[in-house]
C-alpha cells in the first residue's frame, strides 16, 4: 500500500482531531517510538470555514478531542496555541484562503519559537473535489511560500528554518482507510464521533460510514505508546 513521507523529527501537528489529523498523531508517535525522540507538539486548528457551523460549537468537540489524542499518541499538547479562524467583525467574511495562510504563518512562527523545524498540516482535498488539481497545487505553493518566508525570522534561539508538510493532500478516502487500518486508528475519537447534535458532525460521520462499511477497528497498544484511560 502507499505510505506516504512523514518526517521522523519532531514535529508541530496542527489539528482538526477528524480522520487526517488522527493518522498524523498516530504517525509522528511511531517515529518518536523508533527514533526514542522528544514528544511531537500537537495543537488545534480550524481550517474549514465552509463548515457552515457555529465555530464554538465545532471548538468545543475538537478540543477534548485532541487531548485524547495526545494523551493515546504520547504528544504534548499545547491548546493555547491554537490556530482558530480569528474573531470579531467581518471575520466571516475572510476567504478560506486567507485564513488558511494566516493559520499557517501563526502556525509556522510558533514551531520556530518551540525550535521544531517541521510543521504537519494534514490537509487532504478530496477526490471528489471539483478543482481538485487546482486547490492541491495552490496548498503546496502556500506551504512552501509561508515556510521561505517565516524561516527569514530564524535566529540562534529558535528552530533554523521551519517548513509546512501536507503528507496527505492529495491521498484518497481508500488510501487513507487503507492507513487507519493498518495503524489500527480508532476512527471513534475523532471530534465528529461525539458531536452527533451538530449537522457537519453528522454529515462527516457518515461519509466516513460510507466510505467504510466495516465498523472502526479498535487501537492496539504499541511500544512506547500511552493507552487512553
Request: proline share 7%; with cysteine; hydrophobic share 40%.
Amino acid at each position: 500500500m502507499l505510505v506516504p513521507r512523514f518526517t521522523q523529527e519532531r514535529c508541530l501537528i496542527l489539528s482538526d482531531a477528524d480522520v487526517e489529523s488522527t493518522l498524523a498523531a498516530a504517525m509522528a508517535s511511531e517515529q518518536q517510538s523508533i527514533s526514542n525522540a522528544e514528544p511531537s507538539t500537537i495543537i488545534p486548528a480550524w481550517w474549514d470555514r465552509e463548515s457552515g457551523e457555529n465555530l464554538d460549537l465545532i471548538i468545543s468537540a475538537v478540543e477534548p478531542a485532541i487531548k485524547r489524542h495526545a494523551d493515546l499518541y504520547a504528544l504534548s499538547a499545547r491548546p493555547e496555541l491554537h490556530c482558530y479562524p480569528p474573531e470579531g467583525d467581518h471575520t466571516e467574511d475572510l476567504s478560506v484562503s486567507i485564513h488558511s495562510t494566516h493559520m499557517l504563518t501563526t502556525a509556522a512562527y510558533q514551531a520556530l519559537e518551540l525550535g521544531l523545524r517541521r510543521v504537519i498540516w494534514p490537509l487532504r482535498i478530496p477526490e471528489d473535489h471539483p478543482d481538485r488539481i487546482n486547490h492541491i497545487g495552490t496548498a503546496l505553493d502556500r506551504a512552501m511560500l509561508i515556510s521561505r518566508l517565516v524561516s527569514l525570522d530564524a535566529t540562534a534561539e529558535t528552530a533554523p528554518e521551519v517548513q509546512i508538510e501536507t503528507p496527505f493532500i492529495d491521498l484518497t478516502d481508500a488510501q487513507i482507510l487503507d492507513l487507519a487500518r493498518d495503524m489500527a486508528l480508532p476512527l471513534e475519537t475523532c471530534w465528529w464521533a461525539q458531536a452527533q447534535s451538530i449537522p457537519s458532525a453528522q454529515r462527516r460521520a457518515q461519509r466516513w460510514q460510507q466510505a467504510d462499511q466495516r465498523q472502526a477497528v479498535q487501537l492496539e497498544p504499541k511500544p512506547g505508546v500511552q493507552t487512553h484511560t
